[in-house]
């Protein structure tokens, strides 16, 4: 069987679609600490979680578009905005985590 370049790339991408899927769900025990509603404490465990989550499929994202895809328009301005919007948090955090160190 003789497969094509495209062929090669789709089956390839799909391999790496299935190995790497993360699902983002909330846990089904509610006396899971990260979730219980009377905490106030847990904000930093809640966001790396959700930090670690967004990275694992930035990553994937990363692996699957080629440099000559052409995206559509909105989702070329979600991941813009996304970017934006995380350099704000970056930028922001590590003005509180080392004041002065940080170039404005």
Same mark, same amino acid.
């Given at each position: 069987m003789k497969i094509t370049r495209e062929g090669l790339q789709s089956?390839?991408?799909e391999s790496i679609r299935r190995q790497r899927s993360i699902l983002l769900e909330f846990p089904s025990n509610p006396e899971d600490r990260t979730y219980r509603k009377d905490d106030n404490d847990d904000e930093g465990h809640m966001a790396k979680k959700e930090l670690f989550h967004m990275s694992q499929k930035a990553q994937q994202l990363h692996d699957i578009l080629?440099?000559?895809e052409q995206l559509e328009p909105w989702v070329q301005s979600k991941i813009t905005k996304a #970017? #934006?919007?995380m350099s704000s948090v970056f930028d922001h955090m590590m003005y509180e985590k080392h004041p002065g160190h940080v170039k404005e």
């Amino acid at each position: 069987m003789k497969i094509t370049r495209e062929g090669l790339q789709s089956l390839i991408k799909e391999s790496i679609r299935r190995q790497r899927s993360i699902l983002l769900e909330f846990p089904s025990n509610p006396e899971d600490r990260t979730y219980r509603k009377d905490d106030n404490d847990d904000e930093g465990h809640m966001a790396k979680k959700e930090l670690f989550h967004m990275s694992q499929k930035a990553q994937q994202l990363h692996d699957i578009l080629t440099d000559d895809e052409q995206l559509e328009p909105w989702v070329q301005s979600k991941i813009t905005k996304a #970017a #934006a919007m995380m350099s704000s948090v970056f930028d922001h955090m590590m003005y509180e985590k080392h004041p002065g160190h940080v170039k404005e």
